[in-house]
Protein backbone atom coordinates (compact mmCIF):
# COMPACT_ATOMS: atom_id res chain seq x y z
CA UNK A 1 0.00 0.00 0.00
CA UNK A 2 1.51 3.52 -0.73
CA UNK A 3 1.85 6.19 1.57
CA UNK A 4 -1.02 7.98 -0.67
CA UNK A 5 -3.28 5.66 0.36
CA UNK A 6 -2.03 4.73 3.94
CA UNK A 7 -2.66 8.39 4.67
CA UNK A 8 -6.06 8.42 3.38
CA UNK A 9 -7.18 5.57 5.23
CA UNK A 10 -5.28 6.92 8.44
CA UNK A 11 -7.46 9.74 7.92
CA UNK A 12 -4.11 12.34 7.19
CA UNK A 13 -5.67 13.80 4.12
CA UNK A 14 -7.93 15.95 6.43
CA UNK A 15 -11.71 14.54 5.47
CA UNK A 16 -13.99 14.67 8.32
CA UNK A 17 -17.57 14.54 6.82
CA UNK A 18 -19.52 11.00 7.61
CA UNK A 19 -19.43 9.72 3.85
CA UNK A 20 -15.51 10.30 3.46
CA UNK A 21 -15.24 8.45 7.02
CA UNK A 22 -17.38 5.38 5.43
CA UNK A 23 -15.42 5.55 2.23
CA UNK A 24 -12.18 5.00 4.67
CA UNK A 25 -13.68 2.12 6.66
CA UNK A 26 -14.80 0.58 3.17
CA UNK A 27 -10.88 0.93 2.00
CA UNK A 28 -9.59 -0.54 4.73
CA UNK A 29 -11.83 -3.02 5.25
CA UNK A 30 -10.42 -4.26 1.95
CA UNK A 31 -6.69 -4.00 3.09
CA UNK A 32 -7.44 -5.95 6.58
CA UNK A 33 -9.47 -8.71 4.37
CA UNK A 34 -6.45 -8.47 1.89
CA UNK A 35 -3.70 -8.77 4.72
CA UNK A 36 -5.52 -11.43 6.30
CA UNK A 37 -5.87 -12.96 2.87
CA UNK A 38 -1.76 -13.38 2.39
CA UNK A 39 -1.22 -14.22 6.22
CA UNK A 40 -3.34 -17.65 5.40
CA UNK A 41 -1.66 -18.06 2.40
CA UNK A 42 1.83 -17.77 4.51
CA UNK A 43 0.58 -19.69 7.05
CA UNK A 44 -0.02 -22.19 4.36
CA UNK A 45 3.04 -22.38 2.84
CA UNK A 46 4.62 -23.00 6.49
CA UNK A 47 2.29 -25.77 7.07
CA UNK A 48 3.60 -27.44 3.72
CA UNK A 49 6.85 -26.88 4.71
CA UNK A 50 6.31 -28.83 8.30
CA UNK A 51 4.42 -31.49 5.90
CA UNK A 52 7.92 -31.73 4.22
CA UNK A 53 6.13 -31.04 0.75
CA UNK A 54 8.79 -30.49 -2.04
CA UNK A 55 9.59 -26.48 -0.80
CA UNK A 56 9.91 -24.60 -4.33
CA UNK A 57 6.31 -26.27 -5.00
CA UNK A 58 4.66 -25.10 -1.96
CA UNK A 59 6.62 -21.76 -2.44
CA UNK A 60 4.88 -21.30 -6.21
CA UNK A 61 1.26 -22.00 -4.70
CA UNK A 62 1.92 -19.81 -2.14
CA UNK A 63 2.80 -17.01 -4.89
CA UNK A 64 0.28 -17.50 -7.38
CA UNK A 65 -2.13 -17.69 -4.55
CA UNK A 66 -0.60 -14.06 -3.26
CA UNK A 67 -0.45 -12.70 -6.87
CA UNK A 68 -4.61 -13.74 -7.31
CA UNK A 69 -5.66 -11.72 -4.06
CA UNK A 70 -3.58 -8.72 -5.07
CA UNK A 71 -5.31 -8.91 -8.75
CA UNK A 72 -1.97 -9.15 -10.27
CA UNK A 73 -1.08 -11.90 -12.50
CA UNK A 74 2.50 -12.57 -14.09
CA UNK A 75 1.57 -11.64 -17.72
CA UNK A 76 4.57 -12.65 -19.56
CA UNK A 77 6.58 -9.80 -20.67
CA UNK A 78 4.06 -6.81 -19.16
CA UNK A 79 6.65 -6.32 -16.43
CA UNK A 80 9.50 -5.85 -19.05
CA UNK A 81 7.88 -3.58 -21.30
CA UNK A 82 6.59 -1.21 -18.11
CA UNK A 83 10.36 -1.26 -16.96
CA UNK A 84 11.35 -0.40 -20.07
CA UNK A 85 9.10 2.34 -20.55
CA UNK A 86 10.65 3.69 -17.34
CA UNK A 87 14.16 3.88 -18.51
CA UNK A 88 15.45 7.12 -19.85
Same mark, same amino acid.
Given at each position: ??? *????? @?????? %? !??? =???? &? *????? +? /? =??????????? @???? &? &????? !?? &??? /? =? =?? *? %???? @????? +??????????? !?? *?????
Amino acid at each position: MGA *KMFNY @IAGDDG %A !RDE =AALE &H *KAGYL +G /I =ALGTLEAVRNV @ISDY &H &HALDK !RQ &HGD /I =A =AF *K %ALDR @IQTIL +GKPWVQGEELE !RR *KKQTP
